[in-house]
């Protein structure tokens, strides 16, 4: 007998916009759940990207902020600083956090703002049409590089974690995958741990989901997430890079 999971109470009773195999889906009910295990609904305030995600308002069932383009960390900041009771994350894509958004994330690690970033790396800007993000992998083909990423030319992706992890003020910060059950299980104990951090008002948390995009990348869901672990994964390497809480 199939087993059905009841839906999270901080998730809205609608069908996502997302495209088949697309795994916003799995990180907004990780989220969800964390939340609704540490009581933090009616405390808690997200702030939603433009991107692939921008309706994320729609489907959170609390309260929600839409920022512009690259913007959230610092609509974030505002929201902590006058609302200090409150907890604040924010939900970003590759797009949206580590292009135009750069300077931003950055200074909000930097200062140490108390709040919990989200970040979804699929290697590809998704919602304008599958373009080259700042994550996409040397040689891979998008519709601006199609003949794939040169890194001599273009650069080399931007490991976000390991960027953050060079400033002192962050707190917590993971990278998981989003690619198999185990994985997900795994993620879901690194979206509790940094929503924990957050309640207990500890500092900056930062989650990096490695993510699909099967109609961009053009292959199947299935396939979708074997490339993912055969290509994104030897690149962003899950792991813990940073846990103040586990260093005491």
């Known amino acids: 007998m199939a087993i059905i999971a009841e839906r999270p109470k901080s998730l809205r009773d609608i069908s996502f916009t997302y495209c ?39 489907f959170f069932d609390f309260d929600m902020a839409e920022a512009a383009h690259g913007r959230a960390p610092a609509v974030a900041t505002g929201m902590k600083r006058a609302r200090p009771d409150m907890n604040i994350f924010t939900y970003q894509g590759d797009g949206d956090l580590a292009a135009i958004g750069t300077a931003e994330i950055v200074h909000a690690a930097n200062r140490g703002e108390h709040i919990s970033v989200f970040f979804v790396n699929n290697a590809i800007y998704g919602m304008t049409g599958g373009q080259m993000a700042p994550t996409t992998l040397p040689g891979m083909k998008t519709t601006t590089s199609p003949y794939g990423r040169d890194a001599d030319d273009i650069g080399y992706p931007i490991r976000v974690s390991e960027l953050l992890n060079t400033l002192e003020a962050p707190y917590y910060i993971e990278r998981v995958t989003l690619l198999s059950v185990p994985e997900i299980i795994k993620a879901k104990k690194a979206v509790l741990k940094a929503l924990t951090y957050n309640k207990e008002g500890k500092g900056f948390t930062f989650i990096e989901f490695v993510s699909t995009c099967p109609t961009n990348w053009g292959v199947d869901p299935v396939d979708a997430l074997k490339w993912a672990k055969d290509n994104m994964v030897p690149y962003f390497k899950p792991g813990l890079f940073r846990d103040k809480g586990e260093q005491k």
């Open 20 to 58: 088949p195999g697309c795994t916003h889906g799995i990180a907004h009910r990780l989220i969800a759940e964390a939340v609704d295990e540490l009581g933090l609904r009616n405390s808690m305030a997200g702030v939603a990207p433009v991107g692939c995600s921008v309706f994320a308002y729609k």
